[in-house]
């Protein structure tokens, strides 16, 4: 397998991302795939109908914690925490995957409620579940490392992360590395991101690439999803993980595609 340069359907629409990149990472609380939290069939068979008609590879991003006022209450998932609802909603994610064919399916590691500890090892038993129905979908999890500038999220180091994969201990549970999370850990220090992208390496199985000034701010704990070049990201330092696979650019405009998809060309 190549390095194939893709995007998240948040930039746009899927026409449009075709006709710039590889691969398009399917955003599920964004496709209109749910009234609340209620799957609507007939939207996926339209989604279904709209991908086989096309040559774009696919990923997906499984409902997740969101804290953006925009994010829909009902698809919230924490996976350290997870009720009848969010186990419905990720058996959900994962059969949607392997229906629409997708070779990666994203997922976000817990949140800390309480004991820190506990928090992870609920996470860890959570995660060897859906590891095992992505295993019978023949689907592979992506679990995403996340910003270390909300200290309420798990596996935001390169440390904690792999743990969680060894852990967790299955083929189909690999790591989605986020650059522009992994930045926000570091505090936008280039020697220690390069740091962090040795320790993945070999681990990898998708890859997000955004950028950020690696600091806390007001908005989202600094993490602005901007694109590559509007923070200070060296993104050369991805040669470090040896990957090849899919480098889904997770940005909100088809500017911001073409503007990572140089950068990353580039390399």
């Not at 590889?22 to 609340?36: A, H, Q, T």
């Not at 609802?85 to 309480?114: D, N, T, Y």
């Not at 579940?129 to 798990?154: R, Y």
Request: hydrophobic share 35%; glycine share 8%.
């Amino acid at each position: 397998m190549k390095k194939i340069i893709g995007a998240s359907s948040f930039a746009s629409s899927l026409p449009e991302l075709e006709k710039e990149v590889k691969s398009v990472e399917l955003y599920i609380p964004k496709l209109r795939l749910y009234d609340g939290s209620n799957l609507i069939k007939e939207r996926v068979d339209e989604l279904h109908n709209l991908l086989s008609t096309g040559s774009v590879l696919t990923t997906m991003h499984a409902p997740y914690y969101g804290d953006s006022p925009n994010y829909p209450a009902e698809l919230m998932v924490d996976t350290a925490n997870m009720g009848s609802l969010q186990w419905r909603l990720m058996e959900e994610s994962i059969s949607l995957a392997s229906e629409f064919g997708c070779s990666i399916l994203v997922v976000h590691p817990g949140k800390i409620s309480g004991d820190r500890k506990k928090s992870f090892m609920t996470m860890v038993r959570n995660l060897k579940k859906l590891s095992a129905k992505a295993h019978d979908c023949g689907v592979i999890l992506g679990i995403e490392n996340k910003e270390g500038t909300d200290p309420t999220n798990l596996c935001c180091t390169a440390d904690e992360h792999l743990r969680a994969i060894k852990e967790v201990g299955s083929p189909n549970l690999r790591a989605t590395f986020d650059i522009g999370h992994a930045n926000l850990t570091c505090g936008g220090d280039a020697y220690k991101l390069r740091d962090f992208v040795r320790k993945l390496n070999g681990n990898t199985a998708h890859v997000h690439v955004h950028d950020n000034t690696g600091r806390l701010s007001e908005s989202y704990f600094g993490d602005l999803h901007g694109a590559p070049g509007e923070g200070n990201i060296d993104f050369s330092v991805l040669r470090e993980l040896n990957f090849k696979g899919v480098y889904n650019l997770e940005v909100f405009s088809m500017d911001a595609v073409r503007a990572g998809k140089r950068i990353l060309e580039s390399l």
